[in-house]
């Protein structure tokens, strides 16, 4: 199994996830360094990330649209705070309010390790700052996740009546 | 954790059907943030301003957004917020997560693979 831990902590609003890969620490780098190779991870197919501008270098600014099945168009940038190739990023995902002012969707930290020769861990924690920045995440993410996020009024509701 | 529930309680089918369309779902997005009225949401669109505010009162139906007065201005706002619990957010973000490393492993075992298919190509000659 790739994912080899997560945790979730509602309190922080913070998720973190472990994966393992059998691969060098510099092939890993690369899914993240090289735009060609993260647009084919960071949207799913039905929603593909395009990567307009990116160069991995602290204080840099990385570009980004998804392309929904419809032709709409979100766009997102990352601001890059911190990197040290071929190990650590450190990165604010953010997208524009409609006046222009930034809208921070989370902070992603990334850390890539050797485990074994030929095994890298890589660990991204990813923080956010509201529950709203949370469903913004989901909306940039997926074309789906909205849906799946009402999906759940359901359950909640249910849960209110209960409470009740 | 106790939610406020403000509005009425969303009709499931009405949700589904609101989500489906994909410009109702953008204007869901849009909305997240609450900074627009349906005047400038429509602009956002190669749509006429009543197709917009046609959406949007499907979306209200629904319960998936509201009009909210600030100041002079009605904004169009995502309810979603007040029925989201944070833990079921992060489970999906999870998902999401999961579903990106899958893609890198897949990424990974592809170029993996290329680098065999060379090999094996320098290995015939």
Request: glycine share 6%; aromatic share 6%.
């Amino acid at each position: 199994m790739t994912v080899t831990a997560v945790r979730k902590d509602p309190q922080r609003l913070t998720l973190t996830v472990e994966a393992e890969f059998d691969a060098s620490v510099e092939r890993i780098w690369q899914l993240w360094a090289d735009p060609r190779k993260l647009e084919r991870w960071w949207g799913p197919p039905t929603y593909p990330a395009t990567f307009t501008k990116h160069d991995l270098a602290s204080g840099s600014r990385t570009e980004y649209h998804m392309t929904g099945s419809g032709g709409d168009q979100p766009h997102g940038y990352w601001d890059v705070l911190e990197v040290e190739p071929p190990r650590r990023i450190l990165l604010r995902d953010c997208c524009d309010n409609p006046d222009g002012t930034p809208r921070p969707i989370n902070t992603i930290r990334v850390g890539i390790e050797e485990v074994a020769q030929g095994r890298t861990r890589m660990s991204i924690e990813i923080v956010f700052p509201s529950a709203k920045a949370m469903v913004q995440a989901l909306a940039m993410g997926t074309d789906e996740g909205l849906s799946q996020a009402v999906s759940q009024i359901d359950a909640i509701l249910a849960e209110e009546t209960i409470r009740r | 954790m106790v939610v406020s529930v403000q509005i009425a309680p969303p009709d499931s089918d009405r949700v589904f059907a609101a989500l489906a369309d994909h410009t109702r779902r953008d204007i869901v997005r849009r909305a997240i943030s609450a900074e627009e009225g349906v005047l400038e949401l429509a602009s956002h669109y190669p749509m006429s301003f009543a197709a917009v505010q046609k959406h949007v009162a499907v979306l209200e139906r629904a319960g998936l957004i509201t009009k909210q007065r600030i100041g002079r201005r009605r904004v169009v706002r995502t309810s979603l917020q007040a029925l989201l619990v944070a833990r079921r957010l992060l489970d999906q973000y999870e998902d999401l997560w999961r579903a990106r490393i899958d893609r890198m492993s897949e990424l990974i075992a592809e170029t993996g693979g290329a680098v065999d298919t060379m090999e094996i190509k320098e290995s015939k000659r």
